[in-house]
Antibody, heavy 122, light 107 residues
Framework: EVQLVESGGGLVQPGGSLRLSCAAS????????MTWVRQAPGKGLEWVSA????????YYPDSVQGRFTISRDNSKNTLYLQMTSLRADDTAIYYC???????????????WGRGTLVTVSS | EIVLTQSPATLSLSPGQRATLSCRAS??????LAWYQQKPGQAPRLLIY???NRATGIPARFSGSGSGTDFILTISSLEPEDFAVYYC?????????FGQGTRLEIK
């Protein structure tokens, strides 16, 4: 089955750290760019980070640059998001997603996980 | 950063009616725009990529048009399952950005 399954979310104190994982199955993981997108409660979608198929290129918005690190292990078909210096406004559901690939439409996302909830609170 | 502005914020229509949703970019994104549908408690679902290409498995009643700064998502005849929130997303420049969403509700 083609799917993405996130894990690692939970309750963390402000200033703390958390690592999210996204396990991929059913497709050739190392051929696709991957991304993390978050959604604060009752709010819209916010792009958080992206990584190329090989892992050599990474991208971040200013809101998380220097605090979040995206990585991937293509041997384990797994995507990661290391989050540090967490703040209350990082509270959200975090989704991982796969892009359509370089031959079709890189950075358009056709497969999404169900998300994992991160709550930053004391 | 490219800002995407969606309108209207909320659209109230009945099943069978035609829905027209707009997404305007603060600068040209060429045709590098996607549309997603999100239902409560679910992940987003890709509908349209590169302005006018339907994603795999998306019904023909969904269509996208536009280029440059102005884009339209049209649902030709609304089905009950189409009532949801719709987002546009550009991939022309980093950072990737999403619009704020249009809620399509049953009238």
């Amino acid at each position: 089955e083609v799917q993405l399954v996130e894990s690692g979310g939970g309750l963390v104190q402000p200033g703390g750290s958390l690592r999210l994982s996204c396990a991929a199955s059913g497709f050739t993981f190392n051929r696709y760019g991957m991304t993390w997108v978050r959604q604060a409660p009752g709010k819209g979608l916010e792009w958080v980070s992206a990584i190329s198929d090989s892992g050599t290129a990474t991208y971040y918005p200013d809101s998380v640059q220097g605090r979040f690190t995206i990585s991937r292990d293509n041997s384990k078909n797994t995507l990661y998001l290391q989050m540090t210096s967490l703040r209350a406004d990082d509270t959200a559901i975090y989704y991982c997603a796969k892009d359509l690939g370089p031959r079709i439409s890189p950075w358009s996302f056709d497969l999404w996980g169900r998300g994992t909830l991160v709550t930053v609170s004391s | 950063e490219i800002v995407l502005t969606q309108s209207p914020a909320t659209l109230s229509l009945s099943p069978g009616q035609r829905a027209t949703l707009s997404c305007r970019a603060s600068q040209s994104v060429s045709s590098y725009l996607a549309w997603y549908q999100q239902k409560p408690g679910q992940a987003p679902r890709l509908l349209i990529y590169d302005a006018s290409n339907r994603a795999t498995g998306i019904p023909a009643r969904f269509s996208g048009s536009g280029s440059g700064t102005d884009f339209i998502l049209t649902i030709s005849s609304l089905e009950p399952e189409d009532f949801a929130v719709y987002y546009c997303q550009q991939r022309r420049n980093w950072p990737l950005t999403f619009g704020q969403g249009t809620r399509l509700e049953i009238k």
